[in-house]
């Protein structure tokens, strides 16, 4: 039943990102051209997005645990440093060359342009050399997280 319930949602977030254009790739950077012909359609999905998840979020937060886990999984760092700063120019400067971020970029997967599936495998890279230089780097595996009040341990 998890599956499931993982499937689908990934089958709607995957079928908003497709209807709303934003596996279009010039759509994404008419947005980030400022300077230029700027197209604004991706400032009304981001304020839409953000708006059902405020609401969302708050409403789902006071169930105490997921449907389908023990416990939610928030991020407990709130410092802003060097690597989240940096993390998110490579991100902002990746999406501005590409028009791609990761969500709409695998579900433009079925489009079968190779320019897509460059993307995605440059990604997949990307991610797994994250993985091999930074694994366990900064935080052990076990933290402790609050939600609603009460601690929690990770392993």
Do not use: Y
């Not at 389908?68 to 690597?83: M, N, T, V």
């Amino acid at each position: 039943m998890r599956n499931l319930a993982v499937f689908l949602s990934g089958l709607v977030f995957g079928l908003g990102l497709a209807v709303s254009g934003m596996t279009n790739p010039a759509r994404v950077i008419g947005f980030l051209d400022v300077a230029g012909r700027w197209n604004p359609t991706l400032a009304f999905v981001m304020g839409g997005a953000v708006i059902v998840t405020f609401f969302a979020f708050r409403l789902t937060i006071r169930r105490g645990r997921p449907v389908f886990a023990q416990s939610f999984e928030l991020p407990e760092k709130k410092a802003i440093d060097g690597r989240l700063i940096g993390g998110a120019a490579v991100f902002g400067i990746g999406w501005g060359i590409g028009g791609f971020c990761p969500g709409p970029a695998v579900v433009a997967l079925v489009s079968g342009v190779w320019p897509v599936f460059t993307f995605v495998a440059a990604m997949l890279a990307g991610m797994a050399l994250h993985a091999i230089l930074f694994e366990g780097e900064g935080s052990s595996r076990r933290e402790t997280f609050q939600v609603r009040g009460r601690f929690r341990e990770r392993s």
